[in-house]
């Protein structure tokens, strides 16, 4: 069951708990299913009720990519699938090994032949959401006009239907929404990671979905033995419990948990369905 739902965008109407494919591909390092569970594993997502995917073109690893494991398990695409990808700051292939300065990931050409490769790798005419990546590999302090304009360019063109931004601070926020409508906030943010506060508020008040990466990850021994007790008493996981948080954290933010294992991927979407109570919140802080 996957039955709360937030308008990306303000026209994608997507389950709030989604599917971050990453893992699929063991990509940047680290294990991954194989060929057979990989695929079985995005078509059971969507068996329950997930319709909000999220990949890239860069999730690929000896061979294995995330969006031709999508393509091939889901294409022909249910008709509610969104599929959000990124493109910028990453690199990938050759530009790793490049200096900052000379890394093509923001640049025009760059953002182009990101979107392209992701529109050929899904089989799509055009990518519901491309999220714009900031702040890597010595990009810390790159502008983000640039490789806004070019994204809108791209919009235009019939490319894209609508931009997110991903991994930036809250004054870069408020310039991206100067420049473009902005669909969502992707950054690293959990229960023991609250940096972002303000900018999870700043979204909320604004009408834009916010979705956490690393939802799960990093719990300090104190964090952990409070979400230990939460579980215990709803007989539920760890990472159930904190799933669950983020989703009472505010109504705009969407998860979209990773994993290559069948078991973790029902249980973080029946974590959708778990509810804290008071009591439970204030014990977590």
Same mark, same amino acid.
């Given at each position: 069951?996957?039955?709360? *739902? ?23 390092r680290g294990e991954r ?27 690929? *690893? ?25 493109v910028g700051a990453l ?31 899904l089989g799509l005419d ?28 791209? *919009? ?130």
């Amino acid at each position: 069951m996957n039955s709360i *739902r937030w308008e990306l965008g303000g026209d994608l109407g997507v389950a709030r708990v989604g599917y971050g494919a990453m893992k699929l591909t063991g990509w940047p390092r680290g294990e991954r299913p194989d060929r057979d569970a990989a695929l079985g594993i995005l078509r059971r997502a969507v068996e329950l009720g997930v319709n909000h995917i999220d990949t890239s073109n860069y999730y690929a *690893r000896e061979g294995v990519s995330a969006n031709e494991l999508i393509r091939s398990a889901l294409h022909p695409y249910p008709d509610d699938l969104v599929i959000v990808t990124k493109v910028g700051a990453l690199v990938e292939g050759p530009d790793i090994a490049l200096p900052p300065g000379e890394q093509h990931g923001l640049t025009p050409d760059g953002l182009r032949r990101g979107v392209e490769a992701n529109l050929k790798s899904l089989g799509l005419d055009r990518l519901d959401v491309v999220n714009l990546r900031m702040g890597d590999r010595g990009h810390e302090d790159a502008p983000l006009d640039g490789p806004l304009t070019t994204l809108l360019a791209l *919009r235009d063109e019939g490319l894209i239907r609508h931009i997110g931004i991903s991994n930036v601070s809250l004054d870069q926020f408020t310039r991206a929404r100067e420049l473009a409508p902005v669909a969502c906030v992707q950054n690293a943010y959990n229960i023991a990671r609250r940096d972002d506060d303000p900018l999870v508020d700043a979204c909320a008040e604004a009408g834009i979905a916010y979705v956490p990466f690393y939802p799960v990850g990093g719990f300090q021994p104190l964090t952990a033995e409070r979400l230990e007790a939460v579980a215990e008493r709803h007989d539920a996981t760890v990472p159930q419990v904190a799933l669950a948080w983020l989703l009472a954290r505010s109504p705009h933010i969407l998860l979209i948990p990773g994993t290559g294992s069948p078991a973790h991927l029902e249980e973080n979407i029946a974590a959708g369905e778990l509810r804290l109570s008071a009591e439970d919140l204030a014990s977590l802080g």
